[in-house]
């Protein structure tokens, strides 16, 4: 039968979210946020979570409503039946995942490459991706128990920082927003909304949960749960951690700081072996690649199953109950973009694909709402929720840097060919209504 087993339970699915979002960016963008508002780097991340939250509500009512791979572009089609956009939001989001993969890949293999005395990053990083390939084939149960091993580690490793810092809170005032980049301390909207477009990036991965909605135990209730579980807890880490970092070290120290984190565990208790945080943070970016290879694996199978791809891709490998083929072309793109070199420029483009898919997804959820007899999720949202994500969404693009919206619009163009080819030799089909 081609169908996918469901062996996610609420709790892994909850890791499975937290280990997407937390990352191993947290140990970076804390420096930046205390470089911007000071002492109030917090704020920034509050105000973040609640932006992010507003678009992650919708992602949980979108998995209670379609608890299906490819949701978002399902959700797209349902509302727009316009082909061509629901293949560009899931493109946009496989694109994305693509590219995050490249590059904790890449990071990966400059870690163990220095570790094990010049070995090349490209052979590392073939094996690495061959040893991910090979997880994601053998089945989701076993991927989830590296994933939930690799987020415990990771969130112990932030605590950590928390539990050595501690003893340093209420040393400073926290609504101080005086910082490198704001010398005076004046508290404006722009302020606030630089640190939110910084902050709001470290929320990205709460919307990979839902392309796994075919594995998960009674998805209509563990999804929303989950994917809200997995954001809160992830807020209040960050708000943690940025509290401790500014408690323990000024924003100008932090800023210019390369492992900022480490350098506060250094200071709270000098003579603990920090080198610990390199490896935990190699368990971080390991986490991060897998998790994206599960998700674009799962977005490649739903959406051609939808017919927004070649109908190939639609196979469930009989004994492993997982999308073989799907990731096998995930693999083979995956290593070009690794071999292919640098593609840092290229991941910050599609983040701003990611957003824009973000805004379409909330319009189209905020569409649906609206019209009768539209099918309902256990979990619904008031329609205001998914317009002001949208709003949220906009006003983040439009803060974006311009080179960036530059070449993701050449990324775009791309797409758009790649449609047409797609399209002109038969390869996509009609939407599934099931």
Avoid at 142 to 165: H, K, M, P, Q, Y
Avoid at 377 to 399: D, M, N, Q, T, W
Avoid at 415 to 426: D, E, P, Q, T
Wanted: aromatic content about 10%; overall charge positive.
């Amino acid at each position: 039968m081609n169908q996918l087993a469901r062996h996610i339970g609420l709790v892994a699915l909850i890791l499975y979210g937290v280990g997407d979002i937390l990352g191993a960016g947290v140990y970076g963008l804390v420096g930046k946020a205390a470089g911007q508002m000071g002492s109030m780097a917090w704020m920034a991340f509050l105000i973040s979570m609640v932006a992010a939250g507003l678009t992650g509500l919708s992602y949980a009512s979108i998995g209670s409503r379609y608890p299906r791979a490819a949701g978002t572009a399902y959700v797209v089609d349902q509302a727009f039946r316009r082909r061509f956009l629901s293949y560009l939001v899931g493109l946009m989001a496989l694109g994305s995942g693509m590219t995050s993969m490249a590059t904790a890949t890449r990071v990966f293999a400059g870690y163990f490459s220095a570790l094990l005395g010049g070995v090349p990053t490209w052979l590392i990083g073939l094996g690495f991706i061959l040893a991910l390939a090979f997880i994601v084939f053998w089945g989701v149960r076993e991927a989830i128990w590296l994933n939930s091993i690799c987020t415990l580690i990771e969130v112990g490793g932030l605590l950590l920082v928390i539990f050595v810092g501690a003893s340093f809170l209420g040393s400073v005032d926290y609504f101080s927003a005086v910082a490198p980049q704001n010398p005076t301390g004046e508290l404006s909207g722009a302020l606030f909304m630089s640190g939110a477009v910084l902050t709001f990036y470290s929320f990205i991965g709460f919307e990979d949960m839902i392309n796994m909605a075919e594995e998960v135990k009674n998805p209509e209730k563990n999804i929303p749960r989950a994917l809200i579980g997995a954001i809160v807890i992830s807020s209040v880490i960050y708000i943690l951690i940025s509290l401790i970092a500014v408690s323990v070290l000024d924003p100008l120290t932090l800023s210019t700081s390369s492992q900022p984190l480490v350098d506060v565990v250094a200071k709270a208790s000098p003579g603990f072996p920090t080198g610990l945080f390199s490896l935990i943070a190699a368990f971080a970016v390991a986490n991060t690649a897998l998790l994206n290879f599960l998700m674009s694996s799962r977005l490649m199978y739903g959406m051609s199953r939808e017919g927004m791809l070649p109908k190939y891709l639609d196979h469930v490998h009989p004994t492993r109950k997982t999308p073989a083929r799907a990731t096998l072309v995930v693999m083979t793109v995956l290593i070009v973009l690794v071999l292919a070199g640098d593609i840092s420029t290229l991941a910050r483009a599609t983040s701003v694909l990611l957003l824009s898919s973000f805004m379409v997804v909330n319009i189209s959820l905020f569409v649906l709402q609206g019209r009768k007899n539209e099918t309902k999720g256990r979990f619904e949202v008031p329609r205001f929720v998914p317009l002001l994500g949208a709003i949220v969404c906009a006003a983040l693009l439009y803060h974006s840097e311009k080179s960036e919206m530059v070449i993701a619009g050449v990324i775009v163009a791309v797409i758009v060919a790649l449609y047409f080819i797609l399209k002109r030799s038969g390869q996509l089909g009609e939407l599934r209504e099931d």
